[in-house]
């Protein structure tokens, strides 16, 4: 008697127990996954033919590309075609000036209207506000995710640089590599067979060599004085594909030391800042020079597009960074994404579904400035398969964009805290690069103790659609 009403017993808590676990499930699944702030989102709503909407897009004013395309032309007709697709929608753009255009969105925010769409310049934050950014995962579909017999819509970096939190936040537009431009025939007269470096990278040791191995008239290795770029570079290639924090004392120290070495040999040239932009670049146009470090990757990618005998044969050739020895190669990027935004006053499902439309169709239209041969890379995957096909980027990295081995995106606190301390970095470093202090005092000012590893995201939240 006593033993059937214990099995009793224990069958109703278990029954209750499974009520309760479907409970919290439904309540999980239906409300949590779609109350990010304080408006449930409807990831099914669709467009109503019936309704007109109307959309703000906030973009950048981007130069002409390396191909001669007005930026202005190109987006108003990739709008125009939007609209014919989606005759219901109309969209009004505005193009921000890069300097400012990170404040004017911060101050939209606080005053609950920012645009529909937004975006970003590359390194921008990609999650600014948990009431007012719609959370991309919600909308992406199955294709866009990817099956088990098809990859996803996006090269996998993009999405993990779209990403923050363990959760899309936003839709990947492109992506920025920081390579250095080199010259063919100057690297291979310094010994360095050119096929072997951009197809298996190189590093520190093999660098030294050949710039020891130049004939003395050439310049060697030419480090942009100017910002923190060169040096980055460097950090990011010591701390390897896994994304490991940079700026750490140790981190400093060695690359520091590195370069103070080269310059002793008189194997590194830093031109004076206000000779910045001209000497590094005619020295490498003019094959004086092997490699240039910490150029900006708008000017390389219209170098390298423009340059006689295309990407793949001309006499600039994109060049991994070299690591310490015995480092895999690395490659740092930056994303442009587009991240959808509610207004305070929501203005329902379905225009909210009409500004996801637009950042989703604005991901995999073509970018002006992605163009092959350059370092600017589409993020959506037929457009990369193309673009990779057309040759000019280093073999060695392709799985890097493939696989995705960089950090997840940044907030908008991170990134402040990132811009106080690259504009105190840049200062540093003018004094390293003049002399005023050495690598030692370069640590002690810029290195940081390695903060410890972010707690991975709970087992839940990798379930999320």
Do not use: C
Request: aromatic share 10%.
């Amino acid at each position: 008697m006593v033993a059937g009403r214990r099995w009793r017993l224990w069958l109703a808590v278990s029954l209750a127990a499974a009520a309760l676990g479907a409970a919290a499930t439904g309540y999980w699944w239906l409300y949590l996954r779609t109350e990010p702030g304080m408006v449930r989102y409807d990831p099914d709503a669709r467009l109503d033919p019936a309704r007109t909407y109307s959309l703000q897009l906030w973009d950048y004013r981007w130069p002409t590309a390396p191909d001669g395309t007005p930026y202005e032309s190109w987006l108003r007709s990739t709008l125009a075609e939007f609209g014919r697709r989606h005759p219901n929608v109309r969209v009004e753009y505005r193009l921000l000036d890069p300097a400012g255009g990170a404040a004017e969105l911060e101050e939209a925010l606080r005053q609950g209207r920012p645009p529909d769409v937004y975006a970003t310049w590359p390194g921008q934050p990609v999650f600014y506000d948990r009431r007012l950014q719609v959370p991309a995962d919600l909308y992406f579909t199955r294709e866009e995710r990817g099956r088990r017999e098809a990859p996803p819509a996006y090269v996998a970096a993009a999405l993990r640089a779209a990403g923050h939190g363990g959760r899309l936040s936003a839709w990947p537009r492109f992506l920025v590599a920081h390579l250095w431009p080199g010259h063919r025939e100057a690297l291979a007269r310094a010994g360095l067979d050119v096929r072997a470096v951009t197809g298996q990278g190189w590093d520190w040791n093999s660098l030294s060599a050949a710039l020891s191995a130049r004939p003395e008239r050439e310049a060697g290795l030419i480090v942009n004085p100017l910002g923190t770029a060169a040096f980055e570079d460097l950090l990011h290639a010591r701390a390897g594909p896994s994304g490991s924090p940079l700026w750490t004392r140790q981190g400093v120290a060695e690359v520091a030391a590195w370069l103070a070495q080269l310059r002793h040999s008189e194997l590194l040239t830093v031109p004076a800042p206000e000779e910045a932009g001209d000497v590094p670049i005619g020295h490498l146009l003019g094959g004086r020079a092997l490699a240039v470090a910490g150029a900006s990757p708008w000017l390389v990618a219209k170098l390298a597009y423009l340059q006689p005998g295309g990407p793949g044969d001309g006499p600039l050739v994109l060049l991994p960074v070299p690591t310490p020895p015995g480092n895999p190669p690395a490659l740092r990027l930056e994303a442009s994404v587009l991240i959808v935004f509610r207004q305070r006053d929501y203005q329902g499902h379905n225009h909210t579904r009409a500004a996801v439309e637009l950042a989703r169709y604005l991901s995999t239209a073509r970018h002006p400035w992605a163009l092959p041969g350059t370092p600017i890379l589409p993020a959506y995957r037929p457009a990369w398969e193309e673009w990779r096909m057309a040759g000019g980027f280093p073999p060695a990295l392709v799985p890097l964009v493939e696989s995705s081995s960089g950090p997840e995106g940044g907030d908008a606190g991170a990134a402040t805290a990132r811009a106080r301390h690259l504009a105190d970095a840049s200062e540093a470093l003018a004094a390293f690069w003049s002399g005023r202090l050495d690598h030692r005092a370069l640590a002690e000012r810029l290195g940081r103790e390695a903060p410890p590893a972010p707690p991975a995201p709970p087992w839940w939240r990798r379930l999320l659609p």
